[in-house]
Every structure is written in structure tokens, then in C-alpha cells.
């Protein structure tokens, strides 16, 4: 049986994106060996869209509040290039990684599945 996921972000600045999970976001990690740091994300969902273009894969953080998480993570200079907006499945944003990507960040209206 499966029994997790492994995310990928590729990044511009490796070695700073992983400071910003390990200190900023205080995610646990294990060193994978010569300081390659796998980290351990909070529960996950997964779903699928219909596309006509190019498939894709995308990487959304999930809250509870999204006002107090920006603030939480803007205190320690987190830059968030997107005004919260509101969409039909919840309020988001989109938060900047040091690497210079950025990542999605929202708060779901609907029932997170990571719940069931």
C-alpha cells in the first residue's frame, strides 16, 4: 500500500529554500546524506483537474488563518507577491521562496481531506 508522497521543488537556491522550510517553517527534516535535507510536510490532499493545455503539477501550503499566517511569516520576511484572494474553494496567496519561486498558499473553505 502506499503511503505518502514525495514533493520535489526545484529551486534557483537550493541550500536557501531549505534554510526557509527548516527555520522559518520549522518543518522536521532527516539528512538524506552530504547535508541533502528531506523534510516532513504537515498532512496532505491530493486532486486532479481537467486540463486542455499541458499537463502540470502544483504545490498549494494549506492554513487555518490565513491573515495570522501571513503576518506570522511576513515577521520573518517572508514576501508575499499576491493580495489574498477570494476564490469559490478558499482565500489565497501565493508567499515567495528565497530561491526566488514561490508557492502557493491558501485557506480552504471546503473540509480538508487530510481529515478524514
Same mark, same amino acid.
Given at each position: 500500500m502506499i503511503?505518502?508522497?514525495?514533493?520535489? /521543488?526545484y529551486? !534557483?537556491?537550493?541550500?536557501? @529554500?531549505?534554510? *526557509?522550510?527548516?527555520?522559518?517553517l520549522?518543518? %522536521?527534516?532527516?539528512?538524506?546524506?552530504?547535508?541533502?535535507l /528531506?523534510?516532513?510536510? $504537515? $498532512?496532505?490532499e491530493v486532486?486532479?483537474?481537467?486540463?486542455?493545455? !499541458?499537463?502540470?503539477?502544483?504545490?498549494?501550503?494549506?492554513? @487555518?488563518?490565513?491573515?495570522?499566517t /501571513?503576518? @506570522?511569516?511576513?515577521?520573518?520576511?517572508?514576501? *508575499?507577491? @499576491? %493580495? $489574498? !484572494?477570494?476564490?469559490r474553494w478558499? /482565500?489565497l496567496?501565493?508567499?515567495?521562496?528565497?530561491?526566488?519561486g514561490t508557492?502557493?498558499?491558501?485557506?480552504p473553505?471546503? %473540509? $480538508?481531506?487530510?481529515n478524514?
Amino acid at each position: 500500500m502506499i503511503n505518502g508522497a514525495h514533493v520535489i /521543488i526545484y529551486s !534557483q537556491d537550493a541550500e536557501a @529554500d531549505r534554510a *526557509f522550510l527548516r527555520d522559518v517553517l520549522g518543518y %522536521p527534516h532527516v539528512d538524506a546524506g552530504h547535508g541533502w535535507l /528531506i523534510f516532513k510536510l $504537515p $498532512p496532505a490532499e491530493v486532486a486532479v483537474h481537467p486540463t486542455e493545455g !499541458q499537463e502540470s503539477h502544483e504545490l498549494f501550503l494549506m492554513c @487555518d488563518d490565513l491573515t495570522q499566517t /501571513i503576518a @506570522d511569516l511576513e515577521s520573518h520576511g517572508v514576501e *508575499f507577491p @499576491d %493580495p $489574498p !484572494q477570494e476564490q469559490r474553494w478558499g /482565500i489565497l496567496t501565493s508567499l515567495r521562496l528565497p530561491g526566488g519561486g514561490t508557492v502557493g498558499l491558501y485557506q480552504p473553505h471546503h %473540509p $480538508p481531506a487530510y481529515n478524514l
